[in-house]
């Protein structure tokens, strides 16, 4: 049987597979380092197995359940090896034989459920179906194997507040419940409303394919949990949350995200929650995130939650993302260092690790391991913390990034590589890019704004001898660049420039105009493949986008006055290298 499939990242095997079930086992704890020869693409995920499409199976019998609150449920088709028990509208069918079956729900009742038992793959259809269970899940699927959800009209599931009837030795930890893999499709719409857990689950993982509609919200639980993925393919899915520390996406494993339409919102907050401080997220993927296409909007409104994260690694290689975290910070941070005055604190190196676990932070890309940003479009904003961070390296080979957050827009633990791509970092409180290891630029298109005094637009922690390297690309750098830098790529500067202004820069075959902020540091730095020419308050036509209409590239410069540059060696040391750990997890 063809399953999703994970390259172990490990060294020696970057051209080996293992199967989802030993991922556990073989995945390092830790995605710091990397084999040789492995892309950082991620794209080692095969999510197009043949066994996901329902078309590819041959269905021999259908079995129709219709509910009804006046009547009663009703079984029909069930062949003498599928046992059916019907209470009221409370329906057990259990499959002892060897068919494949259809099981067709439709009806509707506010007091009811259905639980299947199966040793056979099977296809669930929904067809116009509104089934509340005010005592546990509305769909609860025992069976251990792969589950074709069909959608068909528009259909209703929700679950109760108090969950009552479970066997002891059973789970039922959804509105929509499965032991076995869920894979979504059709061309009608499921709404899942749940109270009392999450609203999907399943302990293998749940996919969403071939244009079907999903909406589901929980109070109580996580929105869809996949144990060992959550794969968005195509269709549109739209999860809310609102429970304490519970996620829109959760996963032990892998998230994936390869098409359709996503959107996430959490409004639940930090806090504990069995006797354990946890964050609430739109996204948490414990060992891989991956993003290789469609749309995908995250928002954390809650205090101490974050957009997307992960224990691990996160690869965005294709596709638009955009996540937003406007929620107050959860707690307080207590450590050492430098103490207060400053967003989470202001400790030399941004060193967090000796901040207390009675905090959450509120961001909106945050890893423990590595991010790799390869392709697509990637929108980070943070009102109360940092918008990207790594606790790992970061990596930008391709696509474009823009980040604007009140503490360092971009932040890694580790060393932070730009080597392709566009990336503006905008900081309105502290750095724009901030490695707290080395900080290579290579290339690409970089645009950074810090917010003046001590803090810098590109900033690496020299206090710990590590330093800034830039050797290619195209460069603006409002508030400086990190001292003792090494430029083998000449820079240029002026310290007077005008707020709100636009400004056009042409260096080598890159052309290039920005407005600037209303506030951030000096001076302004500029540099590129050719001696830089800077003209400020211009008019232009064409070009592309960039940054949130912030910037375009590849424009006609009309007219503009000449901006005079001087040769620019790096700032003082009092910006560098001085990090803000800032809250926990």
Known sequence: MKRIILLCILPGLASQACT?????????????????????????IETDADDDMVSATTFERTVTVTFSDSEGASVEGASDAIEAVVDGNRVTLTNNGSETVVYRLTGSSTDGCFKLYSSRKQEILLDGLSLANPRGAAVNNQSHKRTFVVLRGANTLSDGPSYTETPSDEDEKAAFFSEGQLVFSGDGSLTVRATGKAGITS???????????????????????GKQAVIVSDGTVNVEVSGTGKKGFSSDTLVYIGGGITTILCTGSAGLVDEELTGAAGIKADLRFVMDNGILNVSATGTGAKGICGDNV?????GTATVTASGANYGNSSSGGFGGGFPGGFRPGGDSSQTTDTSKSSKAVKFDGNIYVTGGTLVARSSRHEGIEAKGNLTVTGGEVFSQASDDAINCAGDMVLEGGRVCAWSTGNDGLDANGDLYIKGGLIYAIGSGGAELAIDANSEAQKKLYFSGGTLVALGGLESGASLSQKCFSTSSWSKDTWYGLSAGEVTFVFKTPSSAGSPLVVSGAGTPVLSAGVSYSGGTDLFDGTALEGVEILDGSAVSLSSYSGGSEMGGGMGHGGFGW
């Open 203 to 225: 302990d293998d993982y749940v996919r969403f394919m071939d244009g079907a509609t999903v909406d589901v919200s929980s109070s109580a639980g996580h929105g869809v949990r």
């Open 20 to 44: 989802k079930d030993d991922i556990l086992g073989d995945f390092p704890s830790s995605d710091t380092t990397e084999a040789a020869g492995d892309d950082h693409s991620g794209s080692d």
């Open 314 to 318: 996160a690869y965005f290689n294709g």
